[in-house]
C-alpha cells in the first residue's frame, strides 16, 4: 500500500493571551479564530506567570534589550494560557498570529488586526504561540505541568 504523499502527524502548541489581550477582553476572539481555524483546544487557564517561569519559558532572550520589559510585561496581569491540537498547528497557529511586529503584521492576523504599536518598550502584541515541536514541548511542561 502505498504511504500518503505528506503524512502530518497531529501537534500540539502552546498559546499564551498576553496580559493585554486579557485585559482587552480579547481571548474569547483568540480562542474564536483557533476554533474556527478547525484547532482543538486540549487544555485551558487562566492563570498569572511568574518570574521563574518566565527566566524558563523566555530564556532564549535573556540579555537583549527587550527582556525586562517583557519579563515586566508578562508580569502586569492575567494571561490565558491554552493548548491547542491539530495536523502542522505549530506553524498553523503562527500563521493566525502573525508577525511579531503588530504594526508589520498582515491584515487578517490576530496581531494585524488587534494589534497596534503603543510606544512602548516592549511590543505587546496580544498571544505567543511556540515555534517548533521542541519549544513547543517544553512550553506545555512549563505551563501545564501536570499534563
Ligand atoms: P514571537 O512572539 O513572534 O515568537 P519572539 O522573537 O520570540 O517573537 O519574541 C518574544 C516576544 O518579545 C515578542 O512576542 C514580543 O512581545 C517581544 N519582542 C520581540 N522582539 C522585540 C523587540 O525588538 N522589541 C520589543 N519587544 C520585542
Redesign the pocket.
Known amino acids: 500500500m502505498n504511504a500518503p504523499a505528506q503524512d502530518t502527524a497531529v501537534e500540539r502548541t502552546l498559546v499564551l493571551v498576553?496580559p493585554d489581550g486579557v485585559a482587552r477582553g480579547l481571548s474569547g476572539e483568540v480562542i474564536r479564530r483557533i476554533e474556527t481555524k478547525g484547532y482543538r483546544v486540549v487544555a485551558l487557564q487562566l492563570t498569572t506567570a511568574t518570574p521563574e517561569l518566565l527566566a524558563q519559558h523566555?530564556a532564549?532572550?535573556e540579555g537583549?534589550?527587550?527582556y525586562q520589559?517583557?519579563v515586566d510585561?508578562m508580569l502586569s496581569g492575567p494571561v490565558v494560557a491554552l493548548v491547542a491540537e491539530g495536523e502542522r498547528v505549530i506553524e498553523g497557529f503562527?500563521s493566525l498570529?502573525g508577525?511579531?511586529?503588530p504594526t508589520a503584521a498582515a491584515p487578517g492576523t490576530i496581531r494585524g488586526d488587534l494589534g497596534r504599536d503603543w510606544g512602548l518598550?516592549?511590543?505587546?502584541?496580544i498571544?505567543?504561540?511556540s515555534?517548533s515541536a521542541e519549544s513547543a514541548a517544553r512550553e506545555i511542561g512549563l505551563w501545564f505541568p501536570a499534563s
Open positions: 498576553k523566555y532564549e532572550h537583549k534589550p527587550f520589559p517583557l510585561f503562527r498570529a508577525a511579531t511586529d518598550a516592549v511590543q505587546q502584541n498571544v505567543h504561540g515555534d
